[in-house]
């Protein structure tokens, strides 16, 4: 089975601290996806990589970046955190253009 | 701009009833269609998938869906729901290179015994 895993599924942080989010990936899968989860919005998509040190924005990616330096790890880094990004974090992986598999996900607060 | 519509924020229907829920998507090219289901405090897990050929496709735990391109829609159905399968639902569109999702809403359904 394929397994994605997210490093914490809990974690509180202060405005404007420096937040890194891990996403590790075990299927030698080439896509990796980051997506935020709100409350009557669904799921939207950050950043994706379709290899290692490719990245693209997606929908929202304002105030994250993002780091693929192996091709199982995909990092979403919050420079300067902010209130508005407490939200549940999602990450996923999919081998070329075929279903995604996703983590348990990260749930942020931001105080 | 591609988008997911599910119309029904909550559904509550009662154990043993069928069920159906609705998605419409907005995407000019064939599309790839997915149902995904997520349990409180989990993450994703894939319901179903079409790509090409039968419009009618069958998942896991004994849902299906349709697809009906004259209409733009991609609704799942299941015959018989069962206590367990109160949860949130989520129709998505894949788009592009690498098959980014574009997801609706959600969907919570909620099942009374």
């Known amino acids: 089975d394929v397994k994605v895993t997210q490093s914490s599924r809990y974690l509180v942080k202060r405005t404007g601290e420096k937040v890194f989010l891990e996403c590790v990936q075990d299927?030698?899968?080439?896509?990796m996806f980051w997506y935020r989860q709100d409350p009557g919005l669904g799921l939207r998509l950050i950043y994706f990589?379709?290899?290692?040190?490719?990245?693209e924005k997606g929908d929202i990616p304002e105030g994250y970046s993002v780091s693929r330096e192996k091709k199982e790890r995909f990092s979403l880094i919050l420079e300067s955190a902010s209130t508005n990004q407490t939200s549940m974090y999602l990450c996923?992986?999919?081998?070329?253009?075929?279903?995604?598999?996703f983590g348990p996900g990260t749930r942020l607060t931001v105080l | 701009a591609q988008s997911v519509t599910q119309p029904d924020i909550h559904i509550t229907v009662s154990e043993g009833a069928s069920l159906e829920l609705r998605c419409n998507y907005s995407?000019?090219?064939?599309?790839?269609l997915f149902w995904y289901v997520q349990s409180p405090g989990q993450g994703l897990q894939l319901l179903l998938k079409?790509?090409?050929?039968?419009?009618l496709v069958q998942g896991i735990k004994g849902f299906e869906a349709e697809f009906k391109r004259s209409q733009s829609s991609f609704n799942l159905r299941k015959p018989s729901v069962h206590w367990s399968d109160a949860a949130e639902y989520f129709c998505?569109?894949?788009?592009?290179?690498?098959?980014?999702?574009?997801f609706g809403a959600g969907t919570i359904l909620r099942v009374k015994s």
């Open positions: 996923a992986s999919s081998l070329r253009a075929n279903e995604q598999f």
């Open positions: 079409y790509f090409s050929g039968d419009t």
């Open positions: 990589s379709y290899d290692v040190k490719m990245k």
């Open positions: 995407y000019g090219a064939t599309p790839y």
């Open positions: 299927m030698d899968h080439e896509n």
């Open positions: 998505a569109v894949g788009i592009g290179y690498g098959n980014k999702l574009v």
